[in-house]
DNA sequence: CAGTGGTCTAGACCACCAG
DNA sequence: TGGTGGTCTAGACCACTGA
């Protein structure tokens, strides 16, 4: 990172911004007289400038200059890590317990995510992810038969649904969200905690261009956290 | 975005990679024969690469090429809001009422995240946000007064601290998780909800530089969710 | 409608590191 | 040690939009 490097001029023009030499909303300087200043080229600085803004610092606009945000963004990335990398962090040994397999009609809500005919039939899987032999956490998903019909014969017992699903379709996109509900009978039994207790889950759909191919619920044991820096 | 433009270019290898034109792990072409095929400057395809770089999707290495990821990481980015504009997108009246303002030792845990000496003492607070009157969510703050000495003279009851200390140090830097907890006696009454039930958590400690502000745990209503697009 | 950011280009040099 | 990505430059044109 040479000391006229686009990433030099950033955390510069950072560092200028938390000192408060430009108050929140004030007018920034153009690119042209920052590159100027700092002995660069324009595309340099506009390189410079697009990553903190990207980072929810400051706005943009042509014609209208760069300003310095009125009240920045907190702006949080996680990586959401396969279970078995998870686990696998922390030293213990992973393997998936497939408790539920069946071929069902699903219920709306599952139908509407999935994209299915109404009453159409997918497929419905409960695994509970063991770290050295102890529950770590539940998930409950559903699989759009039509976009991914070799599950059928997958072997869910080793690799769980998720990795083989990662195997077919590698590179899709998805929803996440994330929520905290209590324990009910199913996610009590399978992770040994009592009914009622606060589960952090993670719920996901995922897809790949139309074909809408799974989504599931994640429930992890009490007292699981996600961590990310700002 | 026009048809030779980064994002197109950036795009149209997306796709390539999700067709399983390169399959996971496999060498894809230089950015010179890229930028040949393309018709465009390398300067063009290595700025697409990069983009999918950052999005977990390639690996990049000089000499060594570029290389589909084996397993692609799932990327997910939230912008945490303040409640205050939380709760008004709701189209719902905000209004935080203080409940707690003391300044006492600091717990251990707090003392250490602050960086304050033991037995320091530190201005604790909590709040309940409210969203037309009725909880939305329950905070419990921390603030390290020599970083933000001004604070014991701030309005808090029409501003909330996290307002207050983002006008003073506005472009700081965090740590962010999320948990979840079965509300205890303090977070049921705030929150006007059972004791035990599932609560998603906001845990969150700010500083700027070496400065270690405030730690805060916000405490949000049963059913509360956090959206993200990966 | 003029000034700002957005972006492409062509060329260049450099840093890294696998062979 | 040579080939790859990383990056800077100078110049150009374009797109948007606020004065």
Redesign the interface.
């Known amino acids: 990172m040479n000391e006229r490097s686009h990433q030099a001029i950033r955390e510069a023009i ?1 560092e200028r ?2 000192s408060g030499e430009w108050a ?1 909303g004030a007018l920034m300087p153009g690119e042209a007289d920052l590159a100027d200043e700092y002995q660069c080229a324009r595309t340099t600085v506009n390189r410079a400038l697009q990553s903190l803004a990207e980072d ?2 400051i706005e943009r606009k042509r014609r209208a200059g760069t300003r310095v945000k009125e ?12 279970i078995r ?1 998870e686990v696998e962090a922390t030293g213990a040994q992973y393997r998936p317990h497939l408790l539920l397999h069946e071929i069902i009609e699903a219920p709306d809500a599952v139908a509407a995510r999935l994209r299915l005919k109404t009453s159409a039939r997918a497929l419905h899987l409960q695994t509970v992810h063991l770290a050295d032999g102890a529950p770590y956490a539940f998930e409950d998903r559903w699989v759009n038969i039509d976009a991914a019909p070799g599950i059928l014969d997958a072997p869910l017992e080793e690799m769980s649904a998720n990795e083989w699903l ?1 195997k077919q ?14 324990a009910g009978p199913r996610e009590s039994a399978a992770l040994d905690v009592a009914e ?6 993670l ?1 996901r759909t995922t897809w ?2 139309d074909r809408h191919v799974t989504t599931m619920k994640l429930f ?1 044991r ?9």
């Open positions: 950072r911004i938390s929140p929810g610092l009240i920045p963004v907190k702006r949080a990335r996680f990586d959401i890590p396969l990398q990662l379709v590698p590179y899709s996109s998805g929803d996440v969200a994330f929520t905290a509900a209590p009622g207790a606060a589960l952090f889950i719920d790949l261009e992890y009490p007292g699981h956290t996600l961590h990310s820096r700002v």
